[in-house]
């Protein structure tokens, strides 16, 4: 097989795993018409569901063989090196989506996890594809395109009053958002990092600059 040929089925595959990942879209999009009891009832099981399948492929060998047999092109290296192998991209994404919607408000999860799925696929296909500057382990091309992408979630993304600030606050979350999909390794996924990073800086900032503002608002939608 030659370079060229490689390059192309390993683009191709990114293509299909990106795209099983925008299906992850839907997690945002469903939480904002049901309550986050509702919510918690569904990704829970289906969270602990991967998890175990995951920790199954990990510990024991014919379960890992079959779990390759069938899903090992759609593995990165790190979810299957022999040495510290780590759960795969779409248990992460699970785990994720129960820590947010648990502990942040629904406007925050809304947000944060609609970048995490539309940003991280813009940079990883146009990183791929058109990166030429390298940045840290990523290029500048992925990290422009996460960021630009970021903040049409931010201009797109509900809101409680749709307040100049409330803007603000999605650009400074755009922006921490991107540093931290740019600066991730092996230490941690940035299917956990992006979305929980970007929590944490929405909540501190909506007490800091509108503490009056009743940031459970959204929640109140479902009845």
């Not at 990106?18 to 919510?39: C, D, E, Q």
């Not at 192998?85 to 989506?97: C, D, E, H, W």
């Not at 382990?137 to 993304?157: P, R």
């Amino acid at each position: 097989m030659t370079e060229f040929a490689s390059v192309e089925q390993s683009y191709a595959t990114e293509l299909i795993r990106k795209s099983i990942h925008l299906t992850s879209l839907s997690i945002p999009v469903v939480y904002y018409f049901i309550s986050r009891n509702t919510a918690l009832a569904i990704l829970i099981p289906l969270a602990l569901a991967f998890s175990l399948s995951d920790l199954a492929r990990l510990a024991f060998p014919r379960a890992g063989a079959l779990y390759t047999r069938f899903f090992g092109f759609l593995l990165r290296s790190h979810e299957v090196r022999a040495s510290k192998p780590r759960l795969n991209g779409a248990t992460f994404v699970l785990l994720s989506a129960v820590i947010c919607v648990w502990f942040f408000p629904k406007v925050i999860v809304i947000t944060a996890f609609s970048i995490l799925i539309i940003s991280d696929t813009a940079a990883a296909l146009i990183g791929r594809r058109y990166g030429r500057h390298p940045f840290r382990e990523k290029s500048v091309e992925g990290t422009t395109a996460f960021f630009v992408t970021a903040m049409l979630v931010v201009a797109l993304a509900p809101k409680i009053e749709y307040l100049a600030a409330e803007y603000l606050i999605g650009t400074v979350a755009a922006i921490v958002g991107t540093f931290v999909e740019a600066l991730s390794g092996d230490l941690i996924d940035d299917n956990l990092s992006i979305p929980v990073s970007i929590g944490v800086v929405m909540w501190g900032l909506y007490t800091l600059l509108l503490p009056s503002l009743n940031v459970w608002g959204l929640d109140r939608i479902p009845t």
